[in-house]
């Protein structure tokens, strides 16, 4: 990553927090500030209200006056009281217009008109008209308030506030009502005559302020609540309320003995009581309100100080960190500089030091470096694409090139030795290689890379030496002349040592020297095994030493250790010199560094035995493990429902989960030394056990079961895993299938770990599936699968409308049911075979026929390319696709639906129609009828046929009858075998039956 790369990148992380706090800040004061806006909205409306609250008040108290100056025939306008009034109601007005319009700034047309009109009012003409009328007047215009503060309430947010004016509506309207009660009694008393009319009125009026008082009892808070009881209960309320009884209860006296006025004061007095509730209320509004604006208000002023503070510390906080980063970057780019110079000068290295070539897994040759090219004489495009054999020695055996192959390919493990090749003029040359095989992540070859050195030389001197032991005397002095000048060519080209019969070292070369870091004086007359290793074993050396004592030549592999302690590897060869008299006098020791060549060796044997995503040994580390130990038993876990979690969370998730449970199992396994982890394959995780208590392994899979169901979070989500467990104490040989067989079991079973033995085998299974396989081969060979045809009855008509068609296999005159064998036809290219054998049968069956026919398909032949081309080829053959109804089987297990909504859009195209078959169990859902839009829904016939006993069946099925109806679905219930159950199908309104009740599938149709 380069300098100014960073520094972007830095930029973009300083910027990112930033806009956070601000983003953040901006959302948090917006929301305050939305909070202020409809607290002061709703401030406004309840000042407006309580402003037209006082209008209806003293327009109430109006109304009364004049009502009883009408019916008193006293029209004098100037009567004191009757002025007071008047004037206290225009005040109230003026005071209304003056909060619509300077107040709350709302200019409602609508209520300035009747502000305008009531402040208009003409007095006398009013007092002149019918007191009905006149009443009329007053009444219409406080109901047209009333109505208009109780739009109020559904303009506001706040709850407890909405509930305040909901209670002053409440109290209004039987304010309201009372204040007509005393207008009408006016009337009445100023007259001494309470006709039918108005007696009917004031019981309505009574009525209805009885029902808004208790409305406003169960609206209004408790606070409110209880200063209405202490205000309004007293002797004058209670006296109005009697001179109302006994008025109504006296209806046909002429003479009520009490006085207009004195009834007006005491009404009065009771409707000024309810208005002091009201002012209460809305004084509770206003503190509520005054007080909610009063916490927004410090709110705002903490949050933007917390703000203010926070954005500070960041501030601070991302400088130090900015300059910590950028400190760091210098210091990594360096490094990393440094490095990428290391590793060129390395490839350099050993494309100069050694010959290297690679090849794909068949042996055709893709890279050759200029070493490779300059010994073997070919240039570079003509080895690419050539097979290794190009430079392939004629001599060498046939045996030695499978033994090669055998090793990298087969076993993929990488070559270590001598060959021969010859050049393109044909002559030989010798090479040390390592051949070792590249595999990728599934553990398959990708391609072979060989490092090589020349030892032409070596091979050379080698067979030198054997040859100048036989040279004559008389060529003695010439001999000894080439072996000084060979001598030289070998100490220029290899690491030479050489020590005599004790092991004391006499000499060593600069080569020697070099490597293993010692001065010459430092190891003259020292032991060579001054570089020996500490964990080399005796016996290594015992075998050296035998064989070049006896006088041969030793080849192999050294490791040592410089002065330094660091290790170093050899390719060499010890060679015995010895005198005329075939005497050893000394041993040569002719080496080359093999260093680089053994560490890549172990670093490509440590990648093939170990899984990538969890780092864990995989399954070759164990088969590698289990051929060397003994005394094993083995327990092997997978993950329940693994599936579903990649394909929800999808697959790097699915590594994640992986990750964690290889994570929890190891920290188990590892603290036993006699255990070993592996993952075998996807959600498959393996302990190996040698020497191991077998209640101790079964305790400890148990625990580790209990630690995986533990819930953990990963991104943020709560994960609930649970794993199965099969362990076996088998024999080496069956210890993983036995193990794989009892894993089977539990997955299949409700238990989560099963022993295997014996008694659970799942051999007989298996026999009985090569037995029904044979079968079925048999009756497709003899043309015995066949299709038989069971009838769908009109639960109305009781006609037989439909035919399902279903597959039989005949066995020596016996019918054979699809139970049998169809699972086992479904493991094989044979299951297609009987779904194209029912398709053909069911057409023909039907083709002159003019009734329906249904044919079940799976999702395994909807997805079949060949299996829907025979349909489309069929449906457009014979042309009766509006009577053809498939049957979608295993619904519950869809999971390409783009592939099985393709299918059902193509039928169509046919007039064909789709059912869903089995509904109701297993994971069934209401979700996928709405994507397949199903004609007909095909109830499951373990729900029917325990309906008439048990009642959750019966509830589900008349939960997906009634579901079925709203989708436009029709229902069709299977086994219904008895007249008492398909009674109740019948009345629960499914539209068809099938089952023995009617029926039994036939070769041929009623």
Known sequence: MSYLKIKSNLLFITIIPLLFVITLSSIILYEMHDNKKSLEFIKNRILEAEALSKVIHNLQIERGLTAGLVASSNLDENEKNFIAAKNDSNRAIENAKHIYLNVTKNRDSVIFELLDSLYSRDTSYLINMQISSARNYYTKNISKLIKHIKTIPALMDDKENRNFIQSY????????????????????????????????????????????????????????????????????????????????????????????TYWFKTATNTIDALKKVEDELFACVERSISQKLDSVHYKIAVLLVILGISAIIVTILMLLAITRILSSADKLEKEHEASLLLLEQYKSTVDRSFIVSKTDPEGVITYANDEFCKISGYSREELIGKRHSIVRDPDTKKEFYKELWHTIKDLKQPWIGEMKNRDKNGMPYWQQAIINPILDTRGNVVEYIAIRVDITQQKE???????????????????????????????????????????????????FLNITEYTLNEILGKSYRILSLEDIDEAFYTEIKSTIASGAIWHGTIKSKTKSGKDFWTKTTIIPIKDLNSEIIEYLAISNDITELIKQKKESERIARTDILTGCGNRFRLNSDMRELDNLAVAIFNIDNFRQINDFYGHQFGDLIIKFIADKIYTQVVKEKNLRFYRLQGDEFI?????????LLIEKAKNILDIVKDKFIIQNKDILISCSCGISFEDKEHLLSTANMALKIAKRGSTDLVVYDESISLNSEYENNIFWTKKLSDAIKEDRITAYYQPIVNNKTLVYEKYECLVRMIDEEKVISPFLFLEVAKQTRQYFYITRTVIYEAFEMFKYKEVEFSINLSLMDILEKEICEYIFMMLEKYGIGSRVVFEIVESEYIENFEGVISFINEVRKYDAKIAIDDFGTGYSNFGYLIKLKADYLKIDGSLIKNIDTDKNAFLIVSTIVEFSKKLGMKTIAEFVENEKIFKIVKDLGIDYSQGYYFSAAKKDIV
């Open 169 to 260: 509506s409440n109290l209004a309207s039987a304010k309201e009502a009372l204040g007509q009660i005393r207008a009408t009694l006016m009337e009445v008393l100023s007259t001494n005559i309470l006709i039918d009319e108005v007696f009917v009125s004031a019981k309505e009026q009574l009525k209805e302020y009885n029902l808004n008082i208790e409305n406003f009892k169960i609206s209004t808070p408790e606070k409110l609540l209880n200063y209405y009881n202490k205000s309004f209960t007293n002797a004058r309320a209670e006296s109005t309320f009697e001179i109302i009884e006994a008025v109504l209860r006296n209806r046909n006296s002429d003479n009520f003995n009490l006085e207009p």
């Open 461 to 511: 001197i080698a067979n030198y030496f054997e040859d100048q032991q036989k040279i004559s005397s008389k060529n003695f002095k010439f001999s000894m002349h080439l072996s000084r000048e060979y001598e030289k060519a070998i100490d220029a080209s290899t690491i030479l040592l050489r020590v005599d019969r004790d092991e004391n070292i006499t000499y060593a070369n600069n080569k």
């Open 687 to 695: 302990a190996l056990a040698e020497n191991y208590s077998k209640e």
